[in-house]
């Protein structure tokens, strides 16, 4: 799964050098907390680009199957929220569930790709 978008003002102007942090449960829907895979860390290119390579997770007891992201630009406020996949069976019934943040996702020829853009202050 490729996880892309930008990082836009409210204007939207790029924001270069915005902090993208990301974490996710693995294939089984379980979260590695010792020794920390599938999250990691990045900052925005100067066409405030953000990407990850990564896999699609896995569902866990109670949730829909999400990404966790936090963006903060230079000097900003950490925005921390969650980023979904549309289609899925139990997102009406989680209850942190937002339809305005689902990923746009389509087919590639190596997997998946989804896009979410990010709008800050």
Known sequence: MTLAGYVLTEDCQPVSKAL????????????????????????TDDEGKWWFETIVPGLYPGRTRHYHL??????????????????EPLN????????????????T???????YDFIVA
């Open 92 to 107: 009406e019934r989680d209850r942190i569930f937002n339809a305005s943040l689902l990923l746009d996702v389509s087919p």
């Open 20 to 43: 993208i942090e990301l974490w996710h449960a693995n294939e089984s829907g379980n979260y590695d907390n010792s020794g920390y895979k599938l999250r990691g860390h990045q900052f």
């Open 70 to 87: 936090k963006v903060q630009r230079p000097g900003g406020s950490v925005l921390t929220t969650q980023l979904y996949f549309p289609g």
């Open 109 to 115: 020829d190596d997997g998946k790709f989804g896009r």
